[in-house]
């Protein structure tokens, strides 16, 4: 059959899950509480705010609970291939994932990586194309959101 180069957003989802298996190693000794990604075409804009400043912030607005693994912003529905009208993407371009204790973070990548090898065939574009990881975890996190 046909080989497709595989989508260069994946690659995030695979470092982040070395990334986190090193952590388990160090765990719980480690300081590292969470992981701040950001794509290359975003920036932190106040970069001497701590880490936990901004957390605290995210969970006074949001209502984040304590044990919250993951936060990521959805982006708007406008110009989405696919996505349904109730809501866009979530944006993995900028998020948090907790690493400490590293056990449910580890486990959300797994599950994104899992739903990726269990695409149906009609949806196995995702692999090779734009939104990708990004197009799979939307649906996992939002089923029926994408595609």
């Avoid at 696919?82 to 998020?95: D, I």
Wanted: net charge neutral.
């Amino acid at each position: 059959g046909e080989r497709r180069a595989i989508y260069t957003g994946w690659n995030k989802v695979l470092y982040l899950r070395d990334l986190l298996l090193a952590q388990q190693e160090k765990s719980p000794k480690s300081d590292c509480k969470w992981i701040l990604y950001l794509d290359s075409d975003a920036f932190v804009r106040e970069p001497w705010r701590p880490l936990s400043w901004l957390m605290a912030r995210l969970s006074a607005t949001y209502q984040l609970p304590p044990s919250v693994v993951v936060v990521l912003a959805q982006e708007p529905h406008d110009g989405v291939p696919g996505a349904v009208a109730r809501g866009g993407l979530v944006n993995t371009g900028v998020f948090l994932l907790r690493v400490n204790p590293v056990e449910p973070g580890r486990e959300l990548i797994e599950a994104w990586l899992a739903s990726a090898r269990g695409l149906a065939p009609e949806n196995r574009w995702l692999l090779s194309n734009w939104p990708g990881e990004q197009g799979v975890l939307s649906e996992l996190l939002v089923p029926g959101s994408y595609p």
